[in-house]
């Protein structure tokens, strides 16, 4: 068991759930294998976030893949935030920004990717996916080359 873990939303069971935008909920914990490059990867299947011109819903799934470096993110804050994205008006592509340059604030991973599948409205879907590499490390030059050949083949969509 861990000791000194400050975390204050896991385990809590009188938790305030944010309607509005809240990066300061997320929480980090220790990466006890600060020597394995390895990835950790979330699926979050019921993300939603309003249009910012019309306040209609959006649905997605996100998901969010890194490679730790000295922290981790805990996965109930993780929960909480992406909660909080509930009520905040952005169009998807800046969603997914804003989750991944909060996360990098938060862990300074050596590698992170989000990948929002959004379901279409008005007949279209809008799939936004980006990524960062940490500078001077070969995860700069990862990130560079999954980004060129991102959708270089297609996963099938069945699911919309």
Same mark, same amino acid.
């Given at each position: ?32 294998? #600060?020597?394995? *490059? ?8 019921? +993300? $939603?976030?309003?249009?910012? @011109?019309?306040?209609? =819903? ?46 990098? #604030?938060?862990? *300074? ?8 599948? +959004? $379901?279409?409205?008005?007949? @279209?879907?809008?799939? =936004? ?32």
């Amino acid at each position: 068991m861990q000791e000194n873990l400050k975390l204050n939303s896991l385990g809590n069971r009188n938790v305030k759930y944010d309607f509005s935008y809240t990066p300061e909920i997320l929480e980090t914990f220790e990466n006890k294998h #600060k020597d394995n *490059d390895y990835f950790v990867k979330f699926n979050c299947p019921e +993300f $939603t976030s309003l249009c910012p @011109i019309t306040s209609q =819903p959006d649905f997605a799934t996100i998901y969010i893949s890194y490679v730790p470096n000295e922290k981790m993110v805990e996965s109930k804050s993780l929960k909480l935030y992406l909660f909080s994205f509930r009520n905040h008006g952005d169009f998807h592509e800046d969603c997914m920004n804003i989750i991944m340059k909060d996360l990098i #604030k938060l862990m *300074d991973p050596k590698y992170i990717e989000v990948w929002g599948k +959004f $379901t279409p409205r008005g007949g @279209i879907s809008i799939d =936004p996916y980006c990524n960062y590499g940490k500078k001077g490390t070969k995860w700069k030059e990862v990130a560079f080359n999954r980004l060129i050949s991102h959708d270089m083949y297609p996963e099938k969509v069945d699911n919309r």
